[in-house]
């Protein structure tokens, strides 16, 4: 993890099972940009997602007549953790209950607590270079960048407001770009 500044006090902690990571595990690795809920103003509960399923924003087809098969019960799995997801990013956005940044240290576990840096320059791995309906669209400096309920970082405005870009990435393209969290810059 790439970290130009930190500003003290912009630190909240979660459990991890609150928190939604790239791998869509609940367990994020430091430096991984997260999406956590919590309870929002609008005092409407959020999912806890113990299923162990991936979240994903594919469900896979899940085809078993009278018995299932492994296969189905992961791609179930999935898929329930899928919904909750987006659940909380639509509770989020109508509550204002999301909270992006960055995760501060590596859980080894959904019980973890984890530390989400929300200020700070930090070098994002991963960012696509696309906007809303997977459109190609190079990322410039100053552009503003979105995350999703499944924690892609791109420039796709129906996710919640992560950052702004402050190096830049070719059109179609994923990988790192630095972005500097907080309050919108534009």
């Known amino acids: 993890m790439a970290q130009n500044f930190k500003q003290p006090g912009k630190v909240l902690t979660f459990l991890g099972s609150q928190l939604v990571c790239p791998a869509g595990n ?6 991984d940009p997260v999406i956590g809920f919590k309870a929002n103003g609008a005092g409407l509960p959020v999912f806890v997602d113990a299923t162990g399923g991936v979240v994903s924003q594919n469900l896979a087809a899940i085809a078993a007549g009278a018995a299932y098969a492994q296969a189905d019960l992961v791609a179930i799995k999935n898929a329930i953790a899928s919904m909750a997801a987006s659940i909380n990013l639509l509770l989020a956005l109508v509550g204002g209950s999301a909270v992006v940044g ?9 019980t973890d607590n984890v530390p989400v840096n929300q200020v700070g320059v930090y070098t994002i791995a991963g960012v696509v270079a696309k906007t809303n309906g997977a459109v190609n669209s190079a990322i410039a ?26 190096t830049t990435l070719a059109g179609g393209a994923t990988g790192p770009v630095d972005v500097s969290l907080g309050p919108s810059q534009v």
């Open 26 to 31: 609940n367990k994020p690795t430091a430096g």
């Open 102 to 110: 960055v995760a501060e240290v590596t859980a080894s576990a959904v």
């Open 141 to 166: 400096v100053g552009d503003r960048l979105y995350i999703s309920a499944a924690a892609v970082v791109s420039k796709d405005s129906s996710g919640v407001y992560f950052g702004t870009a402050v």
